[in-house]
Structures are given as C-alpha cells and as structure tokens.
C-alpha cells in the first residue's frame, strides 16, 4: 500500500498552532512542530535497526520526508534488508547492530526488531549518543522498561515510541471534547481489538520458524497484550490524566492450536483509584467487531477508532454541532489520507455523529515519525510523549503478567516514575 502523508504544514495552519491552548493541553507532544519552519534546510541521518515488515512499513513515510536520510540498514535477516533496499538503495548494510551505533554521522535510529532484542539495543543507541524511536512494547520486562526510561532522562537523548494514536487527529479531537466535560464524567472505558487470522508468516525453512514467526513463541513475545493492547490502554491514561492501580484477567489458548505458545485470546479488566474501569478484550478467530476504544461517560460516548460520538438522551445542541463542523472544516478540508477503509458494524440505532468528518483513513503514524525528526533535529524532548510511552508497555506488562498468575497484580512502586497520579518512590541515587 502506497503511504500518503498528512500535510502537517495544513494541519497545523489549520489548527491555529499558537493558540491552540486545549488542544496543547491534551496533546503537548505536538509542540515538537513549532519550530518546524526553522528545520527546513536540516537533516536527521536515520539507520534501521530490523527492516522487517513493520519496519518497511515505517520507511514507506519516512522516505517521503525531505529532512530524513535514511543511511543506514540492520538485520540478520537477508530478505528483509533486500526488500529494504528496493526503499534505499544508497543505504549501507550491517548484521550487527553494534557496528552501526559506531558510525559518528548517524543521528538517530529507529528500533522495530522483536521484542526481546528491544532493551539492549535501546540502552547501547542511548549510550552511542542516539535518539531513539522504539516501537512498542519498548521492552520484554517491566524492569527493561524502566531501565529505558531511566537512560532516556540520564543521556537526555530524545525517546519517542511507537504510539501513533497519540497523533491521530481522531484521538486529538476527542480528547480535547473529553477533557473539556462534553461527554460528561468518564465512569468506564472498554477497549477490543479482534481479527481471525493465525497470525502466522510463512517460513521458506524450519529452522527460520521461530525467527520469521517470533511473535508466536514466550521466548521472543508476550503476545496479544504487547502487540495490540500497548495501543488501546494508553487511551487510559490519556482521557483519564491518571494511571489504572491494579488488573486481572484471563488468557488461553482456545482456538489456534498449532504449537503456538502465546495466548490466542485475552481479557484484562484495569481499575482506577476512584474504582473507574478500563477493559481490554482480543480473540484472532472473530473479526466482527474489529477494533474500538469507547470512552463511556455520563452524558455520552465516543468512540475515537470510529470518530464518532453519541449522546445518551437529547440530541446535540446546534451550537455544538456548528462547532463540531467549523474545525472539522478548517482542519481536514485538505488533507488527503491513506489507510484501511474498513468501519466497524453496530448494533446500536444511534448512528452517531462524526466527530471530525468522514472518519479518515490514516491513524497517525506519518504525524508521529515527522514529530520525532523534527525533535531529533531540534533536539528538544516533547512533553509527556516518553511517559505516555512508558506506561502504555508497563501496563501491558503487568497485565499480562496477572494472565499469567491468573491473579490480581498492583501496579509496583519501584516502576513508578512522576507522571500523572504516580510518584516515584525512588531517590535520584537509588536509580
């Protein structure tokens, strides 16, 4: 699928960047475009570090992007970095991540290998004098997480992750209407993400099986909880300006019985301080109901994945309406997406109301990796992005963790850092 970027210049002009006060208040990570007229001559020299499919996926807009020069490609895997090339040609080659963190000229390198490999790539990219960008979960453990975490404040080099949803424009908008009280006081939030597939890859060779299939096996995976639900439970923390206490919950093996050692269904139930509640379900043999995050309050719901929202008993006001239509208007008139079409069937006879439009078709992504340029040119850290990050894999971490246990798990105090509701319990020292 050919990527088509969002126009930032368009989507920022149109959201009147300076006095964008709510809008920064629930997004302050878009400030790493405000000094985006003054990079324009820049570059950020990038390497690749796992050009796999996720990878490529990620360099398809990255080399869309004038002030990227992707130098550089890693992996043990020769298809991968072939496929690669056909993007970058000019790019070197390497097997050993290493050797690429010793090149003087590279700026910044883009982590998308399994996860179990994540943390000492990171740590040693951190310590070489890189900026990072990490797709999720950005490490294997709880404890790898915070390590990170750790080394991104120590070197001061910028950190930024793969959560894209953070520049959604769905997700931007809704939050702002979250936050200002439109959907009246936020009691739960349930969140899904269902496909029917094996989640399998083929393998030319079986001693390739765990390697290409990786995403399959404890050793290399945590599963569903990493690889889906690292998305969907940020959207906690976000709406919600704090962090969930405790989970529990349960995974099995129910339906892809094939030598696979990860869970082929899960389901967690994350708890507030105040007993609101965040639930996070996944199947791979029912697709059905796709994927949605629905932020339950008082007076409404939204659903972000749809960009729609629904009042729960009287009609919107005309004048809410009218705001609603004049920022969609200015903001996505002339910006052109690219993405799945695909929108989830309801059962429900309130059809809603776009809260943005026509739902568009792009979740992010070409928005977050400009934003982690822009930063590593500027070499300025955006608000919160990091801790967003951070506690997007713990919380995965630890719910997979109390599937495993098969009980209920408090989120440690040794991992907490100062964000939201949390206070590190750690002295500068101890770290």
């Not at 953070?166 to 006081?185: N, Q, S, W």
């Not at 909880?225 to 919600?240: P, R």
């Not at 105040?274 to 409404?300: A, H, R, W």
Request: glycine share 6%; proline share 5%; hydrophobic share 40%.
């Amino acid at each position: 699928m050919r990527n088509i970027l969002i126009n930032r210049r368009d989507f920022l002009k149109s959201l009147g960047i300076a006095g964008a006060g709510a809008l920064f208040a629930a997004s302050p990570w878009l400030s790493a475009f405000s000094e985006v007229t003054n990079t324009t001559k820049e570059k950020c020299r990038l390497a690749i570090i796992g050009p796999g499919s996720r990878g490529r996926f990620l360099m398809g807009f990255l080399t869309q992007n004038p002030k990227v020069e992707i130098v550089a490609l890693c992996d043990i895997y020769k298809p991968s970095v072939e496929e690669a090339l056909k993007l970058v040609p000019n790019a070197k080659v390497y097997s050993d991540y290493r050797e690429v963190l010793e090149d003087k000229t590279i700026d910044a390198v883009l982590v998308a290998t399994p996860l179990n490999s994540h943390c000492k790539i990171v740590l040693d990219a951190f310590d070489a004098g890189k900026h990072v960008f990490c797709e999720k979960t950005i490490g294997f453990t709880m404890d790898e997480c915070y390590r990170i975490y750790q080394k991104h404040l120590s070197t001061g080099k910028i950190f930024f992750t793969g959560q894209q949803r953070l520049f959604d424009p769905r997700y931007i908008k809704t939050m702002e209407l979250v936050h200002a009280g439109t959907f009246g006081e936020i009691n739960a939030i349930r969140t899904f993400w269902n496909r029917n597939g094996d989640w399998r890859r083929p393998v030319p060779s079986p001693e390739l099986e765990r390697l290409i299939n990786w995403r399959l096996y404890n050793e290399f995976s945590k599963g569903l909880m990493t690889e889906l639900a690292c998305h969907q439970l940020q959207i906690g923390s976000w709406a919600l300006r704090k962090i969930p206490e405790k989970v529990m919950g349960h995974g099995a093996i129910t339906y892809w019985k094939d030598g696979r050692e990860v869970y082929d269904n899960v389901s967690c139930i994350y708890v507030f301080d105040d007993g609101i509640k965040m639930t996070f379900d996944s199947v791979i043999s029912n697709k059905f109901y796709g994927l949605e995050e629905q932020i339950m309050g008082s007076l409404g719901t939204v659903e972000p994945e749809k960009g729609k929202y629904y009042f729960e008993d009287i009609s919107p006001a005309p004048a809410f309406l009218q705001m609603i239509n004049d920022w969609e208007n200015k903001v996505f008139d002339s910006l052109p997406f690219a993405g799945t079409s695909w929108a989830p069937e309801t059962a429900n006879t309130n059809t809603g109301e776009f809260i943005i439009g026509e739902r568009p078709k792009s979740d992010g992504t070409s928005l977050l990796l400009e934003a982690f340029v822009e930063a590593a040119i500027t070499q300025k850290q955006p608000a919160r992005i990091a801790e967003e990050g951070y506690y997007a894999s713990m919380l995965c971490l630890l719910g997979h963790q109390a599937l495993e246990e098969e009980r209920t798990l408090y989120f440690p105090d040794e991992y907490k850092i100062d964000y939201l509701n949390h206070q590190s319990t750690k002295t500068p020292e101890t770290v």
